[in-house]
Each structure stands twice: as C-alpha cells, then as structure tokens.
C-alpha cells in the first residue's frame, strides 16, 4: 500500500503537529530496501513513541486499541498461521472472552491481511489497533516454542557424519527453518549478534541484545553440526573444513528487513561455535538528534563538519557506537557538490550518494592501498574505517593536509588518549597540530525503559551503602531511575541504547601541548578547561535526566 492509501491519516498528524507536513513526499520515495511497510516508516517520521502512534491510528480510525497486557491474556490462535505471516504483517489473532475470533494488528487499512486472517479462521475476524512493538513482543512469546516431532529426531540420530549426509542434513527443511527462526527472533529482539556454542550437553544460544549477551532456547530438534553446517553453507563457507577458523558473509530477508550476517566459525572442544554478526540494511535515516550528543556538544559537532580540511576522530573500544556516528556524520555531509569515499570493514550502513568499498586483504585492498587511491580520485570526504597501522596513520593525515576532511576512529578510552596514540603510530606532532580538528570518545549506555523505570531519591544511606553514587557526583537528595520489569522490555529494564560522548576540540591551548612527551593526562586537564564535558559528565548528566541508570554508566564508563 502507499502512501496514498494513508493521505488522510497523515493530513490528520500534520494537523496534530505529530509529522512534518512533507510527510507524503518522504513517504512516496521507494523503500530503498523494500522493507517496512508504509505506516510503519510514517510512524518512524514522527516524534511518537510506537504506543502513541497506535493511539493516533486508532483514533482516527474509530477502532478499539488493546495494549500488551491485554494481548499477553488473551487465548492465542497464533498457532493457526505461520510465525513468518505474523511477523511480516504485523498483526496478532486471538480470541475475545466470548470466544470471537480477533485480530489485533498495526495497520487498519491492511485488508490482505484481515481477508488472510478471515480464511484461515473460517469466519470474520473483529479489529483492534496493537503497536508495532507491542506486536512484536507478543508474537516473540508466543512463537518461541515449537517442537519437533520426534521421527525427525530419530532420523537425525541415525544420520552418519560424513559431508554428503551432513549436507543433505543442513539443507533439509527442520534444520533450515531452525535457523530462519533464530534469525527471526534475532531480529525481533533487536540483536546485533547471535552466539551459537556447543557444548558436550548440546548447544547454547546466546543473542546480544543492547550490547549484553542473553541466552535463548536452542532450536529443538536439530543437530548442533547440522545447525553450524546450515550457516556455513549460507556464508557460502567450507563445511568440510573444521579445524580452522573460517570467515563468511550471507545476505538474508527477515521479517520484511534485509540484514547482511557476518558469519565466524571457531573450532572449539565440542565441536565448532559461530558467531553472526546481524546487520540490518533498512535502519532509516541517520539522525545527529538520535546519537544522544548534548545540545554544546551537537553545535560542536555541526561546526567541525563545516570544516574544509582537517581530521576527526571517533575513539572508543569495539561495540562502542563509532560507526554509527561516522555514519551519521557521512548522512550530513553527503550532498551533491561533495564526493565522499569511504573504505570499511564491514559496510555496515549503505548509504545512496557515497562511495563505499570493503576492505579485502586476502587481495591487498587494505586500507593504506585504498587511501593511496583515493586521493587519486578527487574527494572531499574520505571516511577510514579505522586507523590500524602506521602506513594507514601517515596516508590519513597527509590526506588531512592536502585539503581532504578525513574522518576515522581509533581505539583509545578517552579523547585525550587519541593525541599520544597517533603520536605512538609514528605521526610526527608538527603534522598532527596542523591536522587534527577534534576527538570525540564515545561508550553506549542502555536506555531504561519507559514503561517500566521507577523513580529513586537519593538519601545519605543510599550514598553511605553505594560509593558508586558519590563516585559520580551525585548527592542526596538528588533524583534517579532505576530498571524495573515488565513484557516490552523482556524483564530487563533496559530498551535500546544512547551515546556518551567527550567532544575535544583542537583549541590553541591544546594544540601548543602536541609534542613528544604529551601525555594523555596533560592534553584532557587543558581541554577540560577549554570547555570540554568529560564523558562520565555527559552520562552523569543522563542519570539525572532519567534516560539510563547510575549502574549502566558504571558499567560502560571509569570515573576519573
């Protein structure tokens, strides 16, 4: 359906002040992924949280709205239709305490789904108005269990372990449809990883979801080498090879998403664990007001992107968010008068208008080969992946200093340390005065969850009984939140993750400290005075606000 199908509905939100009033032209460009459906990128445009835009849809339509407690009491007909029409449509079947068949579903206007809904029920269905997300949590309850019959259990028993038979194993429909449902799943809890591990019980299924990892049911059923067997043969790997570690990529369509998986495979005691890295192609625009930066630290940024020339970079361990603020970054320099490349390892965001290649050292594309070439391509922007070496070191800022802007990362805890890093690389300091711009370390905090954080003032006991808390500089009587625990968010407390940041700009006062013996300690004390928030303020800062937990920033960042 496009977005004529909606033209009323979103006249209704501009009306609101819920959407921009170019809405439908953003609405009429094609997916460029062909992935989520029309009002589910509406909803992505306005500020609306998935529940309050399910109250707009449901309002306009006139319809009853039901919410996730209701959905998880009510008596499922999920196990009517297959988990992948669910997922796909949006939509959850249930019966009414009259015993009236229901169906809850995002997208009122969605008739093939309810005609579909209506032939396999055998009757008509009655309309409610569900969240997107409260949708997925439900479907992700009730589909999570189901079994296999035990004839395919004993025919695997009996399946000898040479290639042929194992292949004709990992290609068979149980085992196939075992490992689309935990790519299903994975995408349904927001994982960025799937661990599979075997063990001498069998195998272990951990998903990391909001940077901490989080053990699920194992497919029933299924072989654990059939299951590694399943995904190298995606990866396009040699599932005859087990003793060697293997890498691997495979392009896959879940739940209307396409997700590119980073497959790495491990010989290990019990056989081979892997590892997939999910990374998912339709994850909308990129938004600087997304990254979490305070509003000093967005007008610090916004301005050192004007910059003609010059280096920035993004700091931080792996898993820390900097290729996402790269990426941000590119979205906001990516205009027509502008020739950006970028060489990655992996392309994690595609984005139209910017040239991008993947590292591939098994044929010398390294990324000291690649920004020797492209200097020769006439850039503006060019994007490294990351700054491993010194030969990629010495390429990037002479790079800088032919009046090319260069963005990369680098991995050190803090701002400051990047300076002695680069320094330690080989970077003679009289190039790094006249080319670094600015330093911005980074770390992800999990975001509490809404519906579920409590409230917490700060007493002298708390404080006496928690260091943590005086660590951070908070005191009594001072305001935080804390996780609780309901359905939206698994039990967990947490949904989703933010950025906190230390903007270190190249201000004269620093700059005049680059030489052989900088240390990191000296250039961070001169920016701090120059105006620098320090990133264990900014989270500090995000405590108070109620956005994260005084035990997540604990986690992720060192009071110093």
């Not at 709205?65 to 796909?88: K, N, Q, V, Y």
């Not at 799943?185 to 990892?213: C, N, Q, W, Y």
Request: proline share 5%; glycine share 8%; with cysteine.
């Amino acid at each position: 359906m496009g977005a004529a199908v909606h033209a009323d509905f979103i006249e209704f939100l501009v009306e609101k002040d819920c959407v921009a009033a170019d809405a439908g032209a953003a609405l009429d460009v094609p997916d460029p992924q062909g992935g989520h459906s029309v009002l589910r990128r509406l909803w992505k445009l306005t500020d609306l949280s998935a529940g309050d835009f399910a109250d707009e849809v449901a309002r306009y339509h006139e319809l009853p709205r039901i919410e996730l407690p209701a959905l998880m009491a009510a008596r499922s007909c999920a196990d009517r239709f297959t988990g992948r029409f669910l997922r796909e449509m949006a939509v959850f079947p249930y019966l009414a305490d009259d015993g009236c068949p229901m169906l809850a579903l995002a997208d009122p206007r969605d008739e093939s789904a309810i005609r579909a809904a209506e032939i396999v029920l055998g009757e008509p269905v009655s309309i409610t108005v569900a969240s997107f997300d409260d949708i997925g949590t439900i479907l992700n309850e009730r589909l999570g269990n189901n079994a296999a019959t035990e004839t395919i259990e004993a025919s695997y028993a009996r399946a000898d372990d040479d290639i042929e038979s194992l292949r004709d194993l990992a290609s068979g429909a149980p085992v196939v449809r075992a490992v689309n449902d935990l790519l299903e799943k994975a995408a349904e809890l927001r994982a960025s990883d799937i661990h599979i591990e075997p063990f001498r019980t069998g195998l272990i299924v951990r998903m990391r979801i909001d940077g901490l990892l989080r053990q699920v049911p194992t497919p029933p059923g299924a072989p654990p080498q059939a299951v590694i067997s399943r995904i190298k043969i995606l990866a396009g790997l040699n599932i005859a090879e087990r003793r060697l570690p293997q890498d691997g990529a495979a392009r896959v369509r879940i739940a209307q998403s396409e997700i590119d998986v980073r497959v790495a495979t491990m010989p290990t005691q019990h056989g081979e664990s892997a590892v997939l890295r999910l990374l998912t192609k339709d994850r909308g625009l990129l938004d600087i007001g997304s990254l979490g930066l305070s509003a000093p630290d967005e007008v610090k940024l916004s301005r050192l992107l004007a910059l003609p020339h010059g280096m920035i970079v993004v700091t931080g361990p792996t898993g820390s968010g900097k290729t996402t603020t790269l990426a941000t970054m590119l979205s906001i320099l990516n205009e027509p008068t502008r020739k950006i490349l970028t060489i990655e390892d992996p392309i994690e965001y595609e984005i139209t208008g910017i040239n991008q290649s993947q590292v591939k050292p098994s044929i010398g594309l390294t990324f000291a080969s690649a920004l020797r070439a492209f200097v020769r391509q006439d850039p503006d922007v060019i994007m490294v992946g990351e700054i491993r070496d010194a030969e990629t070191a010495h390429i990037a800022i002479h790079a800088a200093l032919t009046g090319h802007l260069v963005l990369t990362t680098l991995h050190t805890e803090t701002a400051a340390a990047a300076v002695p890093r680069l320094l330690d690389l080989g970077v003679e300091g009289f190039l790094l005065k006249s080319t670094l711009r600015a330093v911005i370390a980074q770390r992800l905090v999990r975001l509490l969850c809404e519906r579920c954080k409590t409230l917490r003032i700060l007493s002298e006991t708390d404080l006496a009984a928690d260091p943590r808390y005086g660590a951070l500089g908070l005191r009594a009587g001072e305001t935080v939140h804390e996780p609780g625990r309901c359905e939206r968010c698994g039990g967990v407390g947490y949904r989703g993750r933010k950025g906190v940041f230390e903007v270190l700009e190249l201000a004269p006062s620093v700059r005049n400290l680059i030489g052989v013996q900088t240390d990191a300690g000296t250039v961070e004390q001169a920016a701090i005075r120059a105006g620098m928030t320090t990133m264990i303020e900014d989270a500090v800062a995000k405590c108070r606000a109620g956005v994260t937990s005084v035990a997540d920033v604990l986690r992720v960042t060192t009071a110093r």
